[in-house]
């Protein structure tokens, strides 16, 4: 059965500080691969997602990267965390294909200080 | 951006009774999902109707969808207090269809 792991489930980091959240997916070949943010008592806001290795498409033009190393590896990076950036930040995978259910990872909660 | 608008923002029921929210969107769509997430975890799919079909049952869940007015809705019937929960939908447009857009969500409570 495939299975996403997130991690780490909560992060406080300083402002303009590095960061780096990874998400796994086993169990699966080639899926696509999402970035996803969401503020308190809010709806989702798409930040990246990737349908392989190397390609990743950027919804939100802002000081966050993201990568993919390997084909069920998706990175999300930032060189100096601003204030705005804190959330709850949730990876999420499909199938390969178009249009397909997506399933989450337990997410991350990250408060920048 | 949110192409989804769900109504009520918040929902307030007694055990045994039925729950029933809606969502709006904007654009054409190849389908519409709705997803329930617990308070601080992940989001757990519950159901997808595609842009052809217009009603789908799912245990005691039963969503609709009307294109022509861009609406879908989701009905909980017989809610248990496990079923509180916020439930958001998700929309996948025509244009992208590698992109889901979520709504703001319902955020629902069921009182024993």
């Known amino acids: 059965s495939q299975t996403i792991h997130q991690w780490p489930a909560t992060l406080v980091q300083p402002v303009g500080s590095p960061l780096s959240l990874e998400c796994t997916v086993e169990?699966?070949?080639?899926?696509?691969l999402y970035w996803y943010r969401q503020a308190a008592g809010r709806g989702l806001q798409l930040l990246f997602y990737s349908v392989g290795i190397g390609q990743i498409s950027s919804e939100v033009p802002q000081n966050l990267s993201a990568s993919r190393p390997q084909d069920r590896q998706f990175i999300l990076s930032s060189k100096k965390l601003l204030l705005s950036d804190s959330g709850f930040y949730l990876c999420?995978?499909?199938?390969?294909?178009?249009?397909?259910?997506?399933?989450f990872g337990s997410g991350t909660q990250l408060s920048v200080l | 951006s949110q192409q989804g608008e769900e109504d009520p923002q918040a929902l307030s029921i007694q055990e045994g009774e039925n729950a029933t929210m809606n969502c709006s969107y904007k654009?054409?769509?190849?389908?519409l999902q709705w997803y329930r997430q617990n308070s601080g975890r992940g989001l757990v799919h519950l159901i997808l109707i595609r842009s052809n079909e217009r009603e789908k049952h799912s245990g005691r869940l039963r969503v609709t969808l009307d294109t022509s007015k861009k609406s879908s809705s989701l009905l909980i019937t017989a809610s248990r207090a496990a079923d509180t929960a916020s439930y958001f939908c998700a929309t996948v447009p025509l244009s992208n269809d590698y992109k889901l857009s979520f709504g703001a969500g319902t955020t629902v409570t069921v009182r024993a």
């Open positions: 654009t054409s769509i190849n389908n």
């Open positions: 169990g699966t070949s080639n899926p696509n």
């Open positions: 999420a995978w499909s199938v390969q294909g178009a249009g397909e259910k997506l399933f």
